[in-house]
T-cell receptor, first 115, second 113 residues
Framework: EADIYQTPRYLVIGTGKKITLECSQT?????MYWYQQDPGMELHLIHY???????EKGDLSSESTVSRIRTEHFPLTLESARPSHTSQYLC??????????????FGQGTRLTVV | AQSVTQLGSHVSVSEGALVLLRCNYS??????LFWYVQYPNQGLQLLLK??????LVKGINGFEAEFKKSETSFHLTKPSAHMSDAAEYFC???????????FGAGTRLAVHP
């Protein structure tokens, strides 16, 4: 069973507020990812990390930022939320390429609504 | 460039009928291939994966998929649909040696009585 947790599950917040979406995993995975998914749509990679102090932008441009100070923790921050940020955010983790376990494990997601 | 194409954004079947969800990929190196399922307001759950062992892969909930290199396909099937199979299904590729998963656009499966 995957051990990756996201909080909160649901968040409704006003425009201009700063928010942080939390993601933690207890599997010791080096690789972590944030995906953005609009309702009924595909997943877009917005950030990823290959280890502590490593962060990269994903394929979809995002105004959010991430940090990776600890292996198990990969929070995503929006400095000033806007209605265009309304979406579902999915966190995932995986073992390094070349290992036998190749899949990514996903959290339950955070559904963000900015009003 | 690596990519995944899922044919059919919506598929509707009757309960008890065969489920066939199509996935084609492109990859410059031998890939790992995956099918994930997503229920409403949930994250993604792994159904099955291909990692260059057997080309016919069995997964959870009675699903299976066959890797066909000549057709660059990895279609998902289930002999008999159940109402609980209604969900969004995503095909994904992870080219060998790469860390990122590339997802298809998803197929929404509806199962009607």
């Amino acid at each position: 069973e995957a051990d990756i947790y996201q909080t909160p599950r649901y968040l409704v917040i006003g425009t201009g507020k700063k928010i942080t979406l939390e993601c933690s995993q207890t599997m010791g995975h080096d690789k972590m990812y944030w995906y953005q998914q609009d309702p009924g749509m595909e997943l877009h990679l917005i950030h990823y990390s290959y280890g502590v102090n490593s962060t990269e932008k994903g394929d979809l441009s995002s105004e959010s930022t991430v940090s990776r100070i600890r292996t198990e923790h990969f929070p995503l921050t929006l400095e000033s939320a806007r209605p265009s940020h309304t979406s579902q955010y999915l966190c995932a983790s995986s073992e390094p390429a070349g290992t036998s376990n190749t899949e990514a494990f996903f959290g339950q997601g955070t559904r963000l609504t900015v009003v | 460039a690596q990519s995944v194409t899922q044919l059919g954004s919506h598929v509707s079947v009757s309960e008890g009928a065969l489920v066939l969800l199509r996935c084609n990929y492109s990859s410059s190196v031998p890939p790992y291939l995956f099918w994930y399922v997503q229920y409403p307001n949930q994250g993604l759950q792994l159904l099955l994966k291909y990692t260059s062992a057997a080309t016919l892969v069995k997964g959870i909930n009675g699903f299976e998929a066959e890797f066909k290199k000549s057709e660059t396909s990895f279609h998902l099937t289930k002999p008999s649909a159940h109402m609980s199979d209604a969900a969004e299904y995503f095909c994904a590729v992870r080219p060998g040696g790469y860390n990122k998963l590339i997802f298809g656009a998803g197929t929404r499966l509806a199962v009607h009585p």
